[in-house]
């Protein structure tokens, strides 16, 4: 039920999570992350056993995986660190575990703040039922769970956390007066940080009488890193090389796997020619949103990254000139001829702003090899006959129309979501 | 009749002196809207092309009687700039800039909702709104819009926007108002705002409605559709879209199901609307309804 959309919003690891949200002073377990069997036995000495042993991903499940073990001493540590790090959680390959100090957990909460887009408003969630599937909690039990606007100008009051808090009865529970603290501290963390989602699951009451933030999910707003130091959390958003390397020459790509390498502005329009090309029997091999206001360089710099999928067989480029003006992309797509080798033959299908100049200027250069089409349904359909008449990759998906492959079914090219630094959830900022 | 804007709309551009802002702005006024002055601060006094620059948006509306503002400045600044031409009176302020932080649009919003009740918020990140033949604000390439049409259009996407307008004058079939909404993820206007624009308007006799994936703004506009006389016609990218990454819960339990094109496409369906699988048939099906008018 999560739908894709490209962003380059970050992803945090529990670990940067959890210090993230200690920087604004939220209770967290002490720990340390450990990237080999030594480190972890060092961390574990360090901080004194029961330590919990725990697999970096940023994907759920990594308790049922085996992706978390309590030991009790250095062999049971190094046995640990032994099974986890390399270990493969829903694609993801385990590269860092952290090491916490156990905690003694007399109960499990959840809470979360994220935006409501229907709202307008940012949204708390808070429930006594936590280290659950919340989602199931949410679905069965919509009481148990105590949802709460909270106006993005005024923000979260004491008054108004102490009701919510007992809409989630918990307001008769020890320490309630710590639960508040930790909750204004998270929102802080939420608003101050940037945030578009922290999420805690679960949120424990220890028997000591504390409360910690046992677990941390916390997606940045890459549109406000103007005003952070995110320069460590951006070093570790680790995916796909072409991802990566399509992402430093700031384009939005998501490698899909089809045959048909795609160049498109916006991403609705990107999407939408995913969509077509798929109607007309292809797949597409990417999405790839060269944004607004491109120049011609950056319309070369989309073609390299998309020749270099070894997969693409021909390349629709489908551009509609607003912000981003046709003899641009005329230009870049003659200046990547010009360039590099380009091995698949391009299909263009230019309208909008000064389109007519950036017709004139490919007109010059048609061939085999640049062809242009007058609509995006013929576009696509060109670009999918030069696709399947390559005959190449055989037996890839959308070889011939007639096979009708659609992209639908096409996972994601290496490796899952999730290790992609463009791409999330699209709920567009729902996580 | 048109919805927004039309050619009495007086316009002041907000990054009139910056290189999108002049680009665009110029282009805006050779489209025939009334580009009547710009703002900034270290060059009032100047003029860019004839249009006169003044330090603030209030003085540039003393002068000139705008009601309009288009915003192009950098994100960062605006939040600030939003304010001003809302404590100036602007009627209508269109946000063209991206990147503008989310918490920074959650707040921008709901001051604009708070303070400012008589000022409409378009935006951010969006290409604006054109009346074809009356008045251009915002991105849109003004010469693939018709003028005199019997449809609204109001869409999430930028060039899917540009898409629809030009199938549909390909199509011969004219627009009263064409209004992107962006696709940010707190638009000032949504989709139902424009929805009610256009059932008011006598003259918008069919509307289409442009949607992508995430969010529940389709959702929400489905059923608002079912209260409308106006027919609609809608199109909704992503179907093809490979399921996505998430991190955590709480976002699943806030869309409770909405999100997917094919939840939006079925909510829309449900409520009567027809929905073309590409723009284009998206785009014939609206002829069609034109042309059973």
């Given amino acids: 039920m999560l739908t894709l959309v490209v962003s380059t919003d970050v992803d945090l690891y529990e670990y940067q999570g959890k210090q993230f949200l200690a920087s604004f002073g939220v ?131 004491s008054a108004q956390c102490r009701q919510w808090v007992a809409a989630a009865g918990l307001g008769d529970v020890v320490p309630v007066d710590a639960l508040i603290e930790l ?9 101050e940080g940037d945030a578009e989602l922290v999420e805690v699951n679960p949120l424990v009451f220890t028997a000591g009488g504390e409360v910690v933030a046992l677990d941390a999910k916390v997606t940045l707003d890459d549109s406000a890193a103007f005003r952070h130091d995110w320069a460590a959390y951006a070093a570790t958003q680790a995916g796909d090389e072409r991802e990566q390397d399509a992402r430093a020459r700031g384009l939005q790509y998501v490698g899909l796997d089809g045959t048909v390498g795609i160049v498109a502005n916006g991403a609705g329009l ?162 | 009749m048109t919805i927004l804007v039309d050619e009495h709309t007086k316009v002041v551009y907000q990054g009139l002196t910056g290189s999108q802002g002049r680009f665009y702005g110029l282009r805006n006024r050779a489209y025939g809207t009334q580009v009547v002055a710009g703002t900034n601060p270290r060059k009032a006094g100047t003029d860019v092309e004839g249009v006169p620059v003044f330090a603030t948006v209030g003085e540039a509306v003393d002068a000139t009687g705008a009601t309009a503002s288009c915003i192009f400045v950098p994100a960062a600044g605006v939040p600030p700039a939003v304010l001003e031409a809302a404590g100036a009176g602007i009627e209508l302020v269109v946000v063209i800039t991206e990147g503008v932080p989310t918490h920074d649009q959650a707040r921008m919003f709901a001051t604009v ?44 996407s930028g060039t899917l926007t540009y898409q629809a307008l ?80 998430r991190m955590g819960h709480a976002g699943a339990i806030v869309s409770g199901g909405r999100g997917t094109a094919r939840a939006k496409i079925e909510a829309l369906e449900r409520a009567g609307v027809a929905v073309g699988r590409d723009p284009s048939e998206a785009a014939r099906l609206v002829a069609e309804v034109v042309a059973r008018l």
Wanted: proline share 7%.
């Fill in chain 1, 27 to 157: 209770p967290t377990p002490v720990g340390e992350v450990a990237a080999d069997p030594l480190e972890v036995v060092a961390a574990a000495e360090h901080l004194g056993y029961p330590v919990v042993v725990k697999a970096q991903v940023r994907v759920g499940g990594r308790g049922k995986a085996g992706g978390i073990r309590v030991v009790a001493d250095a062999e049971q540590a190094r046995a640990a660190a032994e099974a986890i790090l390399g270990m493969e959680i829903s694609g993801h390959r385990v590269e860092r575990v952290w090491v916490e100090r156990a905690s003694d957990i007399a109960a499990e909460h959840y809470v979360s703040f994220t935006l409501d887009r229907g709202a307008r408003a940012h949204l708390g969630l808070l429930s006594a039922r936590g280290g659950v599937d919340i989602e199931t909690v949410a679905v069965e039990e919509p009481d148990a769970l105590a949802r709460l606007h909270i106006d993005p100008i005024e923000g979260l009051s």
């Fill in chain 1, 183 to 191: 909750l204004g501290q998270l929102w802080t963390a939420y608003c």
């Fill in chain 1, 270 to 431: 990107a999407m939408s020619t995913i969509d077509v090309v798929g109607q007309v029997g292809g797949t597409a091999a990417n999405f790839l949103d060269i944004g607004g206001g491109a120049k011609a360089e950056v319309m070369a710099a989309a073609l390299e990254v998309v020749n270099a999928d070894p997969k693409v067989a021909a390349i629709f480029v489908n551009i509609f000139g607003g912000i981003t003006r046709g003899e641009e992309v005329a230009n870049g797509i003659v200046e990547a001829l010009g360039r590099v080798d380009i091995t698949s033959p391009i299909v263009v299908r230019l309208d909008g702003t000064n389109a007519a100049e950036g017709r004139a200027i490919l007109a010059a250069h048609e061939s085999e090899r640049l062809q242009s089409r007058p609509t995006m349904v013929e576009a696509a359909r060109t670009a999918v006959q030069l696709a399947a008449q390559s005959g190449w990759p055989s037996g890839a998906p959308g070889m011939a129309p007639a096979e009708g492959a659609h992209p639908a079914n096409a996972g994601w090219e290496g490796g899952p979501p999730g290790t992609g630094p463009v791409e999330r959830a699209v709920d567009g900022r729902d996580p």
């Fill in chain 2, 113 to 156: 909702t708070r303070d400012f009740p008589s000022t409409r918020l378009l935006g951010p990140n969006c290409p604006g709104v054109i009346s074809p033949g009356r008045a251009n604000i915002g991105i849109t390439a003004g010469e693939i819009a018709r003028g005199d049409g019997p449809v609204g259009i109001v869409s999430r």
């Fill in chain 2, 166 to 245: 030009h199938e549909l004058t390909q199509a011969g079939v004219g627009q009263t108002t064409c209004v992107g909404i962006g696709g940010d993820p707190v638009p000032g206007t949504t989709f139902v705002d424009c929805l009610q624009l256009f059932e008011a308007d006598p003259d918008t006799r069919v509307v289409m409605l442009i949607g992508e994936i995430g969010g529940s703004a389709e959702e929400e506009a489905a059923e608002y559709v079912g209260q409308m006389s106006t027919p609609v016609v809608g199109y909704v990218a992503g179907v093809s879209a490979p399921p996505g990454r």
